[in-house]
């Protein structure tokens, strides 16, 4: 089992900044891929980025050339720096990490004012 506590969360206007993080604990060894996605009211869940144990990523489309995932393997954290946020970038947004299973936080709100 992997517990997630996810923090950074928060209001910011349009064109500001916002630093997820999120801290894994439990059954950390296992862990490869950590990551993050979001929802936002009314849609589906949507993949956000990704970060593999080795420091391979992957972006959604959307966000590339905004955000930045960062992993630190030795405190079993993963980070999201989020700039030139936008008012569509609203979400809840989940990390989650992949070892033998899927797991996912809670979730922590970004809300994005124009």
């Known amino acids: 089992q992997v517990q997630l506590v996810e923090s950074g969360g928060g209001l910011v206007q349009a064109g500001g900044s916002l630093r997820l993080s999120c801290a894994a604990s439990g059954s950390i060894f296992s862990i490869n891929v950590m990551g993050w996605y979001r929802q936002a009211p009314g849609k589906q869940r949507e993949f956000v980025a990704r970060i593999t144990s080795g420091g391979s990523t992957n972006y959604a489309d959307s966000v590339k050339g905004r955000f930045t995932i960062t992993r630190d393997n030795a405190k079993s954290t993963v980070s999201l720096q989020m700039n030139s946020l936008k008012p569509e970038d609203t979400a809840v947004y989940y990390c989650?990490?992949?070892?033998?299973?899927?797991?996912w936080g809670h979730g922590t709100q970004v809300t994005v004012s124009s």
């Open positions: 989650y990490v992949e070892s033998r299973a899927m797991y």
